[in-house]
């Protein structure tokens, strides 16, 4: 499948095994300079594959530890200084080749090395391939504060073949389908029905149908000022969630967590009709994702006050009203705190 997204003029194709097609794709800038940044686990999962990938192409690779912690200033100062060191210049593309963390320090290298140089994204976790790798989000974490610094920058193209999910464990697919799961409770009733009851996933339908539902929100709003603030559901309370667990919680967990507390808040402040969040969490007990996660309001609140969320005093939150619509509130602290607490109440 292609999805050509025409608002910033790039390719997503999404395939399974044909990697002659990315090796077609790069060969169109076979004289360029390419730095393939990744982590130890993805590199060591597929170091062969990569390197015949890559052959023929002047290549380097940038290896990081796995996990939340790399994405950090220390890595991203060190990629910089690696590029520098090697010459690169504004000809010359980074190529993200792994899940979440990888993509969002490679994006953000890319977008401010000289000012912004092309890159690529190959995706190999569910998470990456249905949310991070496309809609040009990225950064770092500070100050053990989730992506406090970063820019919006989109790549050239996006190579997703879910034949990388073949040695994913299951609570990493797990870690995309959360999110999947809320792309359902955003727009689509139909997405949430067949989820909730099926035993095999069909990768190539659900990460088609979840690329266009993110694109829809993303399109017209690139800097996340209007509508792209609705795919943030769940996320107010989630990013709190994965700060406080230390990242014991991975994103997509905190972020299903998120989506749950705002749906039961949402009916108790009689703005959805039903109580919706008691289906969610059949759903999520279906696939073993967790429901519920306890923590203490005051501390999840002092998190959330450097929320990028806040504007003058605000916070804006998503509400879900029924499965497949959702409506944005902008409120004070003090509402956001009873929120909180309508959501954790009488799990």
């Keep these: 499948m292609k999805i050509q997204v025409k608002e910033n003029n790039y390719t997503i194709d999404i395939v399974y095994k044909c990697d002659e097609k990315l090796r077609n794709y790069l060969f169109q800038n076979k004289d360029a300079k390419y730095l393939v940044i990744t982590d130890e686990n993805v590199y060591n999962l597929y170091s062969e594959r990569l390197k015949n990938i890559m052959y023929g192409l002047n290549f380097y690779i940038f290896k990081f530890p796995a996990g939340e912690k790399s994405k950090s200033m220390e890595n991203y100062i060190n990629i910089n200084k690696f590029l520098l060191e090697n010459n690169f210049n504004r000809g010359d593309i980074i190529i993200a080749f792994g899940g979440g963390v990888v993509g969002d320090i490679s994006g953000f290298v890319a977008a401010t090395y000289l000012r912004g140089i092309d890159f690529i994204s190959v995706p190999t976790t569910l998470l990456s391939m249905i949310d991070s790798s496309v809609g040009g989000k990225n950064g770092i974490n500070f100050m053990n504060l989730k992506n406090q610094i970063g820019t919006f920058y989109f790549p050239k193209y996006v190579y997703i073949d879910y034949s990388f999910l073949e040695t994913l464990d299951h609570r990493n697919i797990n870690n995309g389908l959360a999110e999947i799961f809320k792309y359902s409770v955003l727009k689509d009733k139909n997405l949430f029905d067949y989820l909730k009851s099926c035993d095999k996933l069909n990768y190539e339908k659900i ?67 039903s109580d919706f969040s008691k289906e969610l969490i059949l759903a999520f007990k279906n696939h073993n994702l967790p429901t519920s996660y306890d923590f203490d309001t005051d501390e999840i609140l002092e998190i959330l006050k450097h929320d990028k969320k806040m504007n003058k005093n605000l916070i804006n939150v998503i509400l879900p009203i029924k499965i497949g619509e959702v409506i944005n509130k902008k409120i004070t602290f003090d509402e956001l705190r009873e929120i909180i607490d309508l959501g954790k109440e009488n799990e």
């Design 207 to 273: 990460i088609y149908k979840s690329l266009n539902i993110k694109l829809d929100f993303v399109k017209d709003d690139e800097k996340d000022r209007d509508k792209r603030q609705k795919l943030n559901l769940g996320h107010t309370i989630g990013h709190g969630i994965e700060s406080i667990s230390n990242y014991k919680l991975n994103h997509g967990e905190s972020i299903g967590i998120g989506t749950i507390y705002m749906a039961r808040a949402a009916y108790k402040m009689g703005i959805a009709e």
